[in-house]
Antibody
Framework: EVQLVESGGGLVKPGGSLRLSCAASGITFNVAWMSWVRQAPGKGLEWVGRIKSKTDGGAIDYAAPVKGRFTISRDDSKNTLDLQMNSLKTEDTAVYYC????????????WGRGTLVTVSS | EIVLTQSPGTLSLSPGERATLSCRASQSVPSNYLAWYQQRPGQAPRLLIHGASTRATGIPDRFSGSGSGTDFTLTVSRLEPEDFAVYYC?????????FGPGTKVEIK
């Protein structure tokens, strides 16, 4: 069974930084494509970005609202996925979900429980 | 980017009834790469359908997806108590992938 566990959420001031992590198990992580999806309080889902496996080239792509501010990385030796978030804005407040891609290039087949990031002064 | 709209916003039904949810795209979804997710209150979303009509592993056969081009439908043949939730469609045929705003299926 795939298990994805996010950590690192919390309260941060506008302009600040935060790093989220996702620990994966039950999955062959080094060949998995991974993504982050977020959900603002009471709102719908928003794709944040995706990283391919190194064996598939390791390409990373981002949603326009976070490009240049967020960085996705992976450590295949530790089965972890990270999301470094800089220059945070109030509109980045959301639950951030780590997901494993499957069935299609951007389909989130497995989800973690999410971690809440609150950007507020 | 492809914009998805879902209707109705809220569907009020009783257990045992049939639910029909619509997802419409602003332009044709390449290869009909359309997925459906279910999100129960307080839980993470769960993948139900991919490729417009293929159920994900472990999804009961009361869930079915259909459609092509710009018009897609998720049908729940007989609602079980655990099916009352919010349902999102997602297109992944074009980058960036986008989600619809969701349809809430509530108990009447």
């Amino acid at each position: 069974e795939v298990q994805l566990v996010e950590s690192g959420g919390g309260l941060v001031k506008p302009g600040g930084s935060l790093r989220l992590s996702c620990a994966a198990s039950g999955i062959t992580f080094n060949v998995a494509w991974m993504s982050w999806v977020r959900q603002a309080p009471g709102k719908g889902l928003e794709w944040v970005g995706r990283i391919k496996s190194k064996t598939d080239g390791g390409a990373i792509d981002y949603a326009a609202p976070v490009k240049g501010r967020f960085t996705i990385s992976r450590d295949d030796s530790k089965n972890t996925l990270d999301l470094q978030m800089n220059s945070l804005k109030t509109e980045d407040t959301a639950v951030y979900y780590c997901t494993a891609v499957g069935y299609g290039d951007y389909v989130s087949a497995s989800w973690g429980r999410g971690t809440l990031v609150t950007v507020s002064s | 980017e492809i914009v998805l709209t879902q209707s109705p916003g809220t569907l009020s039904l009783s257990p045992g009834e049939r639910a029909t949810l619509s997802c419409r795209a602003s332009q044709s979804v390449p290869s009909n790469y359309l997925a459906w997710y279910q999100q129960r209150p307080g839980q993470a979303p769960r993948l139900l359908i991919h490729g417009a009509s293929t159920r994900a592993t472990g999804i009961p056969d009361r869930f079915s997806g259909s459609g092509s081009g710009t018009d897609f439908t998720l049908t729940v043949s007989r609602l079980e108590p655990e099916d009352f939730a919010v349902y999102y469609c997602q297109q992944y045929g074009a980058s960036p992938p986008t989600f619809g705003p969701g349809t809430k299926v509530e108990i009447k």
